[in-house]
């Protein structure tokens, strides 16, 4: 079956520190992945896409990389600040069909001072 | 200047009961999407319309039934709600079909007692 896995639900890190989410998918032949923000009670903001044939995009602090043999994106935010505390949602694009979008369901991000 | 907007923000009903939900989007895009965000946190899609037609019908009850009158709009009408159709709902925009952003409304929060 199709699955797509952000490794948990919850990640706890010291302020200044990296923070490493993970996105795994089985199934699915993903032609873009994106990253988006969710804050609590407000819709999610996108922050990056990235495309099959890229191995990494950066914006500012934010680093995606996307590995289609492993299939698995890691998204990277370095120096983090409790301003960053969120949940972060994986989406992916694939390749066929008509659903644009799959969401993960998500990791929360707290980012202690 | 709101991109997406939806109303209502909060919406409390009994079982049984019709409601709408309305959204709106000033951004020019041809795409415009329902999601359902249940208590897990789990976002997926219900409906994707492109210049005012039905591209995805996602598995919904055919108690939900979008609307849209132009393409800067998106109405979501549910008729004889039950109780698992709490969830926030989630209107979005993309200037296309797939693999392009998607700008999110700020959700109406729906709760059926």
């Known amino acids: 079956s199709q699955k797509i896995e952000q490794n948990s639900e919850a990640l706890n890190i010291q302020e200044g520190k990296t923070a490493t989410l993970t996105c795994n998918y089985t199934?699915?032949?993903?032609?873009?992945l994106q990253w988006y923000r969710q804050d609590p009670g407000r819709g999610p903001v996108f922050l990056l896409l990235?495309?099959?044939?890229?191995k990494e995009k950066r914006k500012e602090r934010l680093k995606v990389t996307f590995d289609t043999t492993l299939k698995q994106s890691l998204f990277h935010i370095t120096a983090s600040q409790p301003a960053d505390s969120a949940t972060y949602l994986c989406a992916l694009v694939v390749n066929s069909g008509n659903t644009p979008l799959v969401f993960g369901k998500g990791t929360r991000l707290s980012v202690i001072a | 200047d709101t991109a997406v907007s939806q109303t209502p923000k909060y919406l409390v009903t009994q079982m049984g009961n019709d409601k709408s939900i309305k959204c709106e989007q000033n951004?020019?895009?041809?795409?415009m999407y329902w999601y359902k965000q249940d208590s897990k946190k789990f976002l997926k899609i219900m409906f994707s319309?492109?210049?005012?037609?039905?591209?995805i019908n996602e598995t919904v009850p055919n108690r939900f039934s979008p609307k849209s009158p132009d393409k800067a709009h998106l109405n979501l009408h549910i008729n004889s709600l039950e109780l698992g159709d709490s969830a926030v709902y989630f209107c979005?925009?993309?200037?296309?079909?797939?693999?392009?952003?998607?700008?999110f409304g700020p959700g109406t929060r729906l709760l059926v007692l």
């Open positions: 990235i495309r099959e044939n890229e």
């Open positions: 979005a925009s993309s200037q296309i079909t797939r693999g392009e952003t998607q700008y």
């Open positions: 199934n699915y032949s993903p032609a873009y």
């Open positions: 951004l020019g895009h041809d795409t």
């Open positions: 319309y492109n210049n005012k037609e039905l591209i």
